[in-house]
């Protein structure tokens, strides 16, 4: 059975045990508030009684059970890191299967991503003021900036992720924050470091 992240975002043994009685909302109220080993037991009691279910809603979308173990795992890394801004703890479950459904959006938008995309796409992701300049149009040329990006979402998936989000799906920075879980400002900064981190892997295409 696959481990459960920790509070700290670590995996975790499950090493015997059960959920219990305990209802879901107090199960988050001891993930929210605590101390450390409260925290553990009580996020590894809700892995216990949702992880099943959400592993299975993967697997029912075609995806192999390694995927749908990473994704499940990646589920459970947003509720630690957002457990404070879950407005219905009771209705942890609902909120634990729409951020499944995100999860799995994000993973297939990013790998649709990965595939070739047309050299203006890439021009706007590494800086949305540049002009395309005319050799970009090339075949070869074009086909190394590609794979240029591929290394990038390789190297820096979750800037890669951020970056589609604001240059293709055309995010305004709110809601990258809001899924970001920073401030419009701290997106746009994020944004801006990406932007930068990504244009020495499209000027290397050159040299390939």
Known sequence: MPTP??????????DGGHAGDESDAALMAA????????RQRALASLYRRHAAGL????????????EADDWTHDTFLRLI?????VRDPARIGA????TARRVMIDALRLRRH???LADDVIERLADPQLSIPEQVA????????????VRFARAHPDRARCLIWAA???????????????????AREYVSQSRKKLRPFVRDCSSD
Not at 81 to 85: F, G, L, P, V, Y
Request: proline residues 7%; without cysteine; positive net charge.
């Open 168 to 186: 293709l799906d055309g995010l305004a920075m709110a809601e990258i924050g809001a899924r970001l879980g920073r401030t419009p400002g701290a």
């Open 31 to 38: 993930l929210r508030h605590g101390r450390p080993h409260e």
């Open 138 to 149: 090339q075949e070869e040329h074009g086909a190394r900036i590609r794979l240029a990006l």
């Open 5 to 14: 992240p920790t509070p700290d975002g670590h995996a975790q043994r499950m």
């Open 95 to 98: 909120w634990l299967r729409t």
């Open 114 to 116: 990965q595939q070739p």
């Open 81 to 85: 890191r957002h457990a404070h801004e």
């Open 55 to 66: 592993r299975e809603r993967y697997r029912r979308q075609g995806v192999s059970a390694a």
